[in-house]
């Protein structure tokens, strides 16, 4: 009976969490696949007083599988997404929040230390002091991992897309080189 409040608890904890960054029709699948992940590797914990940022580790990692998937079959996803409203030709937003979108898998393709911290402050929202804390590193370490995380960013960036900015530096426009191999789920 206690392992299963324990386990109660940390869905409560975990689904917000996660109905943050999926569809809401997703949410459920993603927490039974965090709950079958934590399962296979609770064995394997090897620091006890860690678990917490494992969890959210574990999370992090098949939510990013979660939308690699959906990026992969984009129809599949398009049935289960919520369908914004119609949006306004000239609306200024509407580039960047497409921008936006395919961000994910050039996150993904960097290495660990900058991905987790751009995943953490960048795409899920979280302050630079709190991510450090979920990560077990010091708010400079967190501070240089991001800034170095983005500039890594940048470059990738710069390399597949010509990002066009108006005097204010919102991006106007985003077209792809000719000339580089787009990563899965860009530009298309």
Known sequence: MEMRGAWRELERKLRPF??????????????QDIFLRMQKSLPHLRDEERFGPWVYQV?????????????????ASLETAEEPAVEDEEDDGAVERELATYLAPFVAALPSPYREALT????????????????GVSLSGMK????RGRARLRVMLDECCDITVDARGRVIGC???????LPDGCCE
């Not at 999370?59 to 129809?75: G, K, N």
């Not at 402050?121 to 804390?133: H, R, V, W």
């Open 59 to 75: 999370a992090r990692s098949a939510i990013v599988d979660h939308q690699r998937a959906a990026l992969r079959h984009p129809l």
């Open 120 to 135: 953490l402050t960048e795409l899920e929202g979280l302050t630079q002091k709190d991510a450090a804390g979920m990560l």
């Open 175 to 181: 077209e792809p080189r000719p000339d580089y191999k």
């Open 18 to 31: 996660v109905a943050r960054r999926v569809a809401e029709a997703d949410a459920e699948d993603v927490l």
């Open 144 to 147: 240089s991992r991001v800034q």
